[in-house]
């Protein structure tokens, strides 16, 4: 079993969180950070892909795992046990490991190497691209279905294109000021913009406009094959027209379209955020939930200061 660089080349193995994917990393790399990611082969097959993100949090070495490794479709508890223990040994010495898996079934795997939980898993929903129009339509929860007709129905002009770092910084600044209004947290508007300059073709936005002008927008990552729903925001002419369904419809079928395999639209905690929770699974996604953020602390080599008398 070995364990190198990984090339760009990872389609072999399916979809994987953005977190994992080469577009994740060049956006990290962007904004200062440092990522590495390696391909571990058992001859010519390919067993995992693993991307590690490198950071210093004051004089300690951080090497994190986020939602990895990408695993193949199909692979034993003995080949993922080799693996992680290959990977293991392989992160920067003398760091504190940081490792999410995207299987909370890996849990038990890491338990069994000492790693400790140190951050509950989560749960993300997940919007199955594969299916034809009509399935996805039909998966959609009845309420849902229906403010998304109501939608459909009101004098709503909804475009797409690429997004741009620069020129879209309004967008983020709409968002970012619904973000600070409403409480929650998202990644920074630097992470948007390094991602469309890092990444060609790969950020896209969704507008919908009425006489009134802008009344909501949904900015999709994608990262091949898969996709992510990023940030979004809405008015209040917005919510009343149910702005929102129609945009994440339309988003995922422009995505379909081009052989995106799944949506990703995100976190979901049905006691912290149960309307959220609704809607996202209204729409017709499944629940996945992840490993736990669990820790290996590094043995410390600790010098010999006394001996002992003869």
């Known amino acids: 079993m070995t364990l190198v660089p990984s090339p760009k080349d990872f389609a072999s193995l399916g979809p994987m969180s953005m977190q994992q994917h080469p577009h994740y990393a060049a956006t990290i790399e ?5 990522a590495q990611a390696y391909l571990c082969k058992d001859g010519d097959t390919p067993l995992a892909r693993v991307q590690v993100i490198e950071r210093k949090i004051g004089p300690v070495n951080v090497a994190w795992v986020p939602r990895g490794p990408a695993w193949p479709q199909v692979i034993s508890d003995n080949d993922k046990i080799l693996v992680l223990q290959k990977l293991n040994r392989s992160l920067p010495p003398r760091s504190v490991r940081l490792m999410t898996p995207n299987a909370a079934a890996d849990q038990a795997l890491l338990q069994d190497m000492h790693f400790k939980d140190v951050v509950a898993g989560q749960s993300f929903a997940i919007l199955d691209l594969t299916r034809s129009t009509e399935d996805r ?4 929860h009845g309420k849902w279905r229906n403010r998304l007709r109501q939608a459909q129905n009101a004098r709503i002009m909804v475009q797409s294109r690429l997004f741009h770092p620069d020129h879209d910084r309004m967008l983020l600044k709409l968002e970012n000021l619904q ?5 929650y947290r998202a990644l920074p508007p630097a992470f948007s913009q390094a991602w469309a300059s890092s990444n060609r073709n790969a950020a896209q936005v969704f507008t919908a406009e009425d ?3 802008l009344i909501a927008f949904v900015l999709v990552l994608i990262h091949p094959p898969g996709a992510t729903y ?12 149910s702005c929102h369904n129609l945009l994440l419809w339309r988003a995922s079928n422009w995505l ?11 976190l979901i905690d049905a006691e912290a955020a149960p309307g959220l929770t609704r809607f996202k699974l209204g729409m017709g996604a499944q629940t ?3 490993g736990p953020t669990m820790v290996g602390v590094p043995k410390l080599r600790i010098p010999k200061l006394w001996s002992r008398a003869a």
Not at 179 to 183: A, E, F, S
Not at 231 to 240: C, E
Not at 256 to 266: F, H, I, P
């Open 179 to 183: 973000r600070r209004k409403k409480g």
């Open 30 to 34: 962007a904004l200062g950070g440092r």
């Open 288 to 290: 996945h939930t992840t």
């Open 137 to 140: 339509l039909a998966r959609q």
């Open 230 to 241: 990023h940030i979004g925001w809405t008015s209040d002419r917005g919510r009343l027209t």
């Open 211 to 213: 006489q009134t002008g």
């Open 256 to 266: 379909a379209e081009r052989g995106v395999t799944e949506l990703d639209l995100g």
